[in-house]
Structures are given as structure tokens and as C-alpha cells.
């Protein structure tokens, strides 16, 4: 599944901001109608907001996280019952933080299976066994 990391996310963490993926709830959210800004996105919220998108469904935090040099990878993650309806282009990661403002985004993913139409099953999300992983920092 391959993807980018924010500009904002790795500003943030050469600049003071504490950022460790290891110990931080880290999801994921599938997302319908995300207009993606690499440089300019930094929250959750922003994937709603300036990016109009619409959250379908958002995961349990990611088990087995690991950090070899820049390369951020976890066990696959799955969506569960997956509300039926239009197609999702987007898979984003993010640190949650409970709010949506706050909640820095980290990778932002549109293809390796996307986009899917959910049919109201589950949703397996499975993560580049590349190089890259879920995201380099």
C-alpha cells in the first residue's frame, strides 16, 4: 500500500514536537471523497475539513508497531462491518488523541486495494510489506 508521510508530521518532529509512534494510540481511518494536501494537512480534522472528506470507518489502535531506522510498521489492521455505500480512495494514520483537532496525522495511503466499496463486511487493511512499511519518517 503505498502512500506519503505529512509534511507536517515530519516538520514537527525536527522541530520539538515529541512524536513516538511505539507508545502513542495509533488507527487508521478509511475515508470517501479526501481531496489529500501533503504539505498542508496536520490534524484529523483536516481530512474532514479543507480535504472534504468523510470518515467511513476508523480502526482499533495498531498492535505490534515497530520502528527500524525512519520505517513505521504494524501488524495488519482490520475495519470492522464496514457501513455499506460509495467507494473509499484513502486510508489516513494518525495519533489519536480522542480529538479530531489534535490528532496528528502521520501517512496517507490510495492504493494496494483502493479504492473499496464497502458492502457492510469487514475491511482488511494490509499494510506494504516493501521497503516503506506503513510510512518512513
Not at 40 to 68: C, Q, R, W
Not at 89 to 100: E, F, K, L, M, Q
Request: hydrophobic share 35%.
Amino acid at each position: 500500500m503505498a502512500g506519503f508521510t505529512y509534511d507536517k508530521t515530519v516538520q514537527a518532529a525536527f522541530t520539538g514536537t515529541s512524536i513516538n509512534l511505539l507508545s502513542s494510540n495509533v488507527k487508521t481511518a478509511l475515508v470517501r471523497n479526501y481531496t489529500p494536501s501533503k504539505a498542508s494537512h496536520e490534524f484529523l480534522s483536516d481530512v474532514t475539513g479543507g480535504g472534504g472528506g468523510t470518515i467511513v470507518a476508523t480502526s482499533a489502535n495498531l498492535t505490534g508497531k515497530t520502528m527500524t531506522g525512519k520505517v513505521f510498521d504494524a501488524n495488519d489492521t482490520l475495519f470492522s462491518a464496514v457501513p455499506a455505500g460509495a467507494a473509499c480512495a484513502h486510508v489516513v494514520t494518525y495519533i489519536d488523541t480522542g480529538s479530531a483537532a489534535t490528532s496528528r496525522l502521520l501517512t496517507c495511503h490510495d492504493s494496494g486495494g483502493l479504492p473499496v466499496t464497502p458492502n457492510g463486511l469487514d475491511i482488511d487493511c494490509i499494510w506494504d510489506s516493501g521497503t516503506d512499511k506503513i510510512g518512513t519518517f
